[in-house]
């Protein structure tokens, strides 16, 4: 069955600190894998795409890396800041014939002052 | 702003009510989605149309849920007969498949109420 799963479900970190949030897939075939950022209340905006060539992608203080191999992925954040505070969801798209989205449930990133 | 927008915002029905709404993609985006997010979890593919073409559908689009895309433009996805079940965040987004790496904008969503 192709499923995303993310960890950790929550997060609550202090201002300035780094996290990592990570991503596992059984999608087969794959395509790319994207990470978004989901503001409460809004849609999700694009941070990270990436290809099965592709093992890391930075975009700002955010940082994400592939491994193709064991299907997992990681957003690390630095030095976080208040307004990193949102949900992030990671995204599976499948190489087939017709499109195919899969979406992780996303991981609630709470930063505090 | 992401260039996609979606209309209405929030709507509040009652149970058995029919409700449409409304997305109008970035202009030269020939892809649109619609998903569905429900609290606490990622979006859940609904359908998605090229031009104006829809060319699948999740089997999450019961046959009280239609999708209209008629002129390749903006998209319609109307839900008729509504239940509590109902209740969640539609979203659109739109994308260009002749673009390098095709990437979805999302809208804002629209959040459906079912009382």
């Known amino acids: 069955k192709n499923q995303v799963e993310q960890s950790p479900q929550s997060l609550i970190i202090l201002e300035g600190k780094n996290c990592t949030l990570q991503?596992?897939?059984?999608?087969?075939?794959?395509?790319?894998l994207r990470w978004y950022k989901q503001d409460t209340g809004r849609g999700p905006v694009s941070l990270t795409i990436?290809?099965?060539?592709?093992n890391t992608k930075s975009n700002g203080r955010y940082t994400a890396t592939l491994d193709a191999d064991t299907k997992q992925s990681s957003l690390h954040i630095t030095a976080s800041q208040l307004s990193d505070s949102a949900s992030y969801i990671c995204?599976?798209?499948?190489?087939?014939?017709?499109?195919?989205?899969?979406f992780g449930a996303g991981t609630r990133l709470f930063v505090k002052a | 702003d992401t260039g996609v927008s979606q209309d209405p915002r929030h709507k509040i029905t009652k149970r058995g009510q029919n409700v449409t709404f409304r997305c109008d993609p970035i202009?030269?985006?020939?892809?649109l989605y619609w998903y569905r997010q429900t609290l606490g979890q990622g979006p859940e593919f609904l359908t998605y149309?090229?031009?104006?073409?829809?060319?699948?559908k999740s089997r999450l689009l019961s046959d009280r849920f239609s999708a209209e895309r008629p002129k390749g433009s903006f998209s319609t996805l109307e839900i008729q007969r509504t239940e509590q079940g109902d209740s969640a965040m539609y979203l659109c987004?739109?994308?260009?498949?002749?673009?390098?790496?095709?990437?979805?904008?999302f809208g804002p969503g629209t959040r459906l109420t079912v009382t």
């Open positions: 995204v599976v798209s499948r190489d087939t014939g017709g499109f195919k989205t899969i």
């Open positions: 149309f090229q031009n104006e073409a829809q060319l699948e």
């Open positions: 990436m290809t099965f060539s592709e």
């Open positions: 202009s030269e985006h020939n892809r």
């Open positions: 987004a739109s994308s260009f498949t002749g673009a390098t790496r095709e990437e979805q904008y």
């Open positions: 991503c596992n897939y059984t999608v087969s075939p794959f395509s790319n």
